[in-house]
């Protein structure tokens, strides 16, 4: 897919869930290896990337050496990205690592028309997410100050239910307080996440809720209890238009992915 002229393309990857040694697997899965694949058959599929967007879960226990080797992975790209954290990750070293040059924690960010704003949901030590007050607060005053730009936000924990009940339970606890700030602002345009492992597009009052699949496990859609699925990791790709339009889609790696050996998921 090449980039449409006049558009900001964003290649957006989420829930790397990297490991302290690169050679390690979680629930059966070299997340170090998908996570390089991924971004590998991404460039080779896009023909012009702005930026890239990296909705959390980064690593799997916030380890030092697993944001180095993000880091490190993202630099040979030489393009600018956006981290925000996810539960799992350990907000201190992520600001240490992606601490300015072209890979950062920055949460508010303009490209032309847009604007971008990243949006901490993490309660340390918790699954599920919040968006509190001085987020909410931040959130506002960005759209605020810029009326005239249309709006994607970015954050790990989904605003939206997905149908799979055990995932339900690990939603943003006031999403609803989150979206009645949003409604307030109709250049907000969509909001995309993480987290869900597994892909989702839904309308909601004129804007959308998009959620990304992880670069490794998925989730399995519309189970009650927590389960893989055998989808292959993949990325979202977003083209955002002058006028306010989005064009989204999202890719997988090809074929089914084998060698899964669930453990209990530690969250
Ligand atoms: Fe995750």
Request: charged letters at 20%; a negative charge.
């Amino acid at each position: 897919m090449t980039k449409t002229s006049s558009c900001l393309s964003i290649l957006q990857i989420s829930d790397l869930h990297i490991l302290a040694k690169p050679e390690e697997s979680l629930q059966g899965v070299n997340t170090a290896y998908y996570f390089q694949a991924v971004l590998r058959q991404a460039f080779a599929e896009l023909r012009d990337v702005d930026l890239l967007l990296l909705t959390g879960d980064l690593t799997q226990y916030g380890s030092l050496t697993g944001y180095q080797f993000i880091l490190e992975v993202l630099e040979a790209y030489q393009i600018p990205a956006l981290c925000l954290p996810g539960n799992h990750d350990y907000a201190d070293f992520m600001g240490q690592v992606f601490s300015g040059g072209l890979v950062s924690c920055e949460k508010q960010r303009l490209f032309g028309d847009w604007q971008l704003i990243c949006l901490n949901s993490q309660i340390p030590g918790e699954d599920c997410g919040i968006i509190e007050a001085e987020e909410l607060q931040f959130l506002e005053a960005c759209l605020q100050a810029y009326p005239e730009h249309h709006a994607l936000i970015a954050v790990h924990h989904p605003c939206f239910k997905t149908q799979s009940a055990w995932l339900d339970t690990m939603i943003i606890k006031n999403s609803q307080e989150m979206l009645a700030v949003v409604g307030k602002y109709p250049q907000v345009k969509a909001v995309t996440c993480g987290h869900i492992h597994q892909e989702m597009d839904m309308p909601l009052n004129g804007i959308r809720l998009l959620g990304t699949p992880s670069t490794c496990f998925q989730f399995k859609p519309e189970s009650m209890t927590f389960a893989l699925d055998d989808a292959m990791p993949g990325y979202r790709h977003l083209q955002l238009f002058a006028d306010g339009r989005i064009e989204t889609s999202v890719s997988r790696l090809p074929g089914k992915l084998t060698g899964l050996s669930p453990d209990i998921y530690d969250h």
